[in-house]
């Protein structure tokens, strides 16, 4: 462990003179051992372990001594034997049971037992080992306190005796373990530490750096390392304790809670004092850091309760709520199981469980299990019926006959809180113990306590979650629920609310499949973060939804779009980028309304910021121009339309924003698109705008299709060239075999279209594969109406049906200046991968 070479000899050369405060001037070796640290906090220079030897008798015999630790005072020693039935301390511990505390006084005036020779200023304790009924032997313990042992030490003290007694076997003798003490110190999990306020560094123990998280290997010798898992609400006091002022003096004492690497709060009590500067020592800063198991009592819980007001008052969902319950009950209750539930009708829909792991939990309740949570009817569970019915907070002790649904919460103890608020019950927190557990008053006016201001915030809480509920089913009803498939490319999207305010906003995306070979991309933004703005949101991106699907090309598109907002007379405005791909050929057409520009990822890896020439935002000019800027994309490359959400923030300006996505976009492997899309959204933390982010990877199409096309001239024997014209193409297609049925099919469209419609009329092959598509396109928008009825009376309707039932798809969509009606048919016995280098069109001329 990395350490300044004078601050570590002062922090050694500190904990030297405690140990040997005891006025002899004597000094122990340089370097303590991080358990005679703890032990020096608590006051003892020296501790010593007497058990009777096997077989004596409570009234006769002798005490041996069996075990002795801590940096004794030069010179000294304690007595090998002592009679039980003498005046020593340590006898009268060991057969009254009762602890023997003596002060400098009352040791100099009574010295049977004491350190030999005996030193001015010493005290004295003897702690009986083992019950009333099993007398194991005597923990002696002397120090150097001049007032004697202080209650705090005392207590430490107590619980080190009792953590040897559970070591010490019934008449040991000499057949006891070598080592007691060392191991008992080990068992309460003290850590010790020592600070040099002017350097920073600090000298901690193995197990005050297991206490906050931090293993040996990774720990620098530097405060703020240990400070950074303290929690931020902590941060202040443990500052005011270790970097004390100049009044600072006397013994401090604080509670505080670390995050572990786990994500668990764990509450640690920090005791520490202040050894002055000295000629030759730094300042310094001496503690001991334990566990809390058990909520201290007294004025400490008023500062609990503002701790946990506090707490709540920032949690602002269910979830949070919970976590600060668990925080503020389980570990410094000493509780084994905490569990926080919502009444909702007649369920209790339990919201947190700590531990979270199903088999901590009764088998009723993982019968339960079908979700993250189980939940149960309240009538299943008279205890919890009870309580709620009534509003009171139930303790129930160890041993209590439960309903099987509770008998295994709380085994050692089980507490049943009913939280209120505003005039009902809102839930219910259970907290329960595996040991034996008492509920002494302090505790229960805590609890109770705790109830009130936990069912408020679940409230509020509720009605949180219950309003993010509702926008976030607003926002993904208006947003795409899937993504068409793509021939030739694939496409991503990813949409994250604002973590600020109602998590809905006007950001949307769309993908729009124009035909098999042509889609269209559309990214936008509605001004603001509000119902009205995803409402404006849903309504555009359905507006450019149709004017795409009527076949508009991308500037009209966007332009009727803007006619649109403008109509609207709404306050709000939106930018917008239209891409329309020929997925085919690789060329797309782009129009900017305000918006960000394209991204580009090159096959090399190389990123760019595609230049489109913009018009404004639309709702703002209604006679605005929207230009279309051409781009040709390789195999390969990857499209990226964001948001400025995802590229600007209060501390983040556009231009370095829209640099780090390009980088982002050049590291990622565009093989996996959907990862491309999480490593640009990145760790966005607390989000101040919505977010939208959609990816497409054009890879080209593998079977490029043929095309023929034919204008058919309105002359009487029209009908006739279109059928020549078919005829000639699939001849040179070698698809002879469906000849038959592709001219049937022409036959029948190209009659109609001349029969209902005015204006030109053109007629399309296309062969894919195993299919041919024959489309004839007019200038009429009305689509053509099969007869709901035809008998033998008809005149007309029947091509329709007779086309329909040929064909494997039939269908009409519009396009710029009227509509295409087209059927698809197979044809047989032809390899699907087989096609051209590129498309052929037929002129346009008759034979």
Known sequence: MPHDGGARAGVSELWASEAGAAGTGARPPAQADPGDRALTFAGATLTAVYAPAAGDGLGHGELRLLDAAGPALTGSRLPERLPVTGDSPAAQAFRTGRPQWLSPAALASHPEGGPRPPHTGTSLGALPLGTETRRLGCLVVVGAPADGFQPEQRRFLEGYADAVASLLQPGAGPHAPSSLLEPALRSLRVGSFALVPDTGLIEADDTLLDLVGITPDDFDGKVDSLLAHALPEDMHALMSVLEPSAQTSGRRELEFRVRCPTGETRWLTLSCRVEPRTEHRLEQVLG??????????????????????????????????????????????????????????????????DPPQPAAWPPSWRAEWRTEWPDAPVRALPTLRSALRDGRMDLWPAGTALEPGLAGVGAGGLAVLPLPAK????????????????????????????????????????????????ATML????????????????????????????????????????????????????????????????????????????????????????????????????????????????????????????????????????????????????????????????PGTVLALVTDGLVEAADLPLDEGMRRTRVALAAADPADLGRTADHLLGDVGRREDDVALLLLRYDGMKTRPIRAGWMVWRLPDAVMHARRFTARTLRRWKVEESADAVLLVVSELVTNALVHTQGSVRVDLMLRGDRLRVSVSDSSPRAPAKPVIVDWESTGGRGLLLVEAMSESFGSVPVAGGKQVYCEIAVPGREPAWAETGPRTEPGAPP
């Open 475 to 634: 926002q993904r009803s208006l947003l795409p629920r899937r993504l068409p498939e793509l021939p030739g490319g694939t496409a991503v999207a990813r949409y994250l609310p604002a973590r600020r305010g109602l998590q809905v906003g006007g950001d949307w995306y769309d993908v729009i499949a124009l035909s098999e070979d042509r889609v269209a991309l559309v990214i936008g933004d509605v001004q603001g973060h509000s119902a009205g703005a995803a409402t404006i949101m849903g309504q555009m991106r359905t507006a450019v939804r149709a004017y795409a699907m009527e076949g508009h090309p991308p500037d009209v598109v966007v332009s009727h779009a803007n006619r649109l907002l403008v109509g609207m007379e709404t306050d709000l405005f939106a930018t917008c980028c239209y891409v329309e791909l020929d997925m085919e050929e690789g060329t797309t057409l782009v129009v900017r309304a305000g918006h960000l520009s394209p991204l580009v990822r090159r096959p090399d890896g190389g990123t760019e910021e595609v230049e489109v020439e913009g018009g404004p935002p639309l709702g703002v000019i209604a006679e605005a121009d929207f230009p279309m800027t051409a781009v040709e994309l390789t």
């Open 423 to 470: 005039g009902r019950v809102a839930g219910v927190c259970l907290v329960g113990w595996d040991q034996p557990h008492e509920f002494v008053p302090e505790e229960r006016s805590l609890l109770t306590a705790t109830a009130a201001l936990v069912g408020q915030a679940l409230k509020r809480a509720h009605a949180h979650d219950a309003e993010q509920e509702l």
């Open 288 to 353: 001991v850091v334990t566990a809390t198991p058990v909520l201290p009592r007294g004025s400490d819980d008023v500062a609990r309760i503002q701790w946990l007001t506090a707490a709540l008052d920032e949690a602002v969902t269910v979830s949070d709520v919970g976590e600060v319950v668990v925080a503020a009950l389980r570990e410094p209750l000493g509780a084994d199981r905490v569990a926080l539930a919502t009444l909702q009708d007649d369920r209790l829909m339990v919201t947190l469980l």
